[in-house]
């Protein structure tokens, strides 16, 4: 990278993506926001970084997918965690949906509506 001062510095690959996304949606006038995150986050701020309904999210935590940590008035999950949760959950709903697709509503013939 080089500063507007001529200096150069190497930064990692996934920081000069990020850079060039950055400038990519600036050029097409849209706003950016960047935020810093912590690598533990409150239940409501995680759900929030990765577009999930809060409710939604809090349902996921209580049922265990997601493990977290209790302090005095502030439940919090591990970011990468929740993340690598957040990616996998489009492969997830898409397998179950594949398999529901699958079987047979009316296998169980006790289950047969009346005719």
Known sequence: ???????????????????RQVIDAMRAGR????????TELPIDEAADAIGMARDDFRAYVAEGAIPFRSTDSVDWVDLATVIAG?????????????????????????ARPST
């Open 1 to 19: 990278m080089v500063g507007p001062d001529g200096v150069r510095e190497d930064i990692p690959p996934l920081v000069f993506d990020a850079v």
């Open 31 to 38: 706003a950016v926001k960047i935020s810093p995150l912590r």
């Open 86 to 110: 957040g990616n996998a959950r489009p492969a997830t709903r898409a397998e179950g949906i594949r398999k529901a697709l699958q079987e047979d509503p009316w296998e169980d013939a006790d």
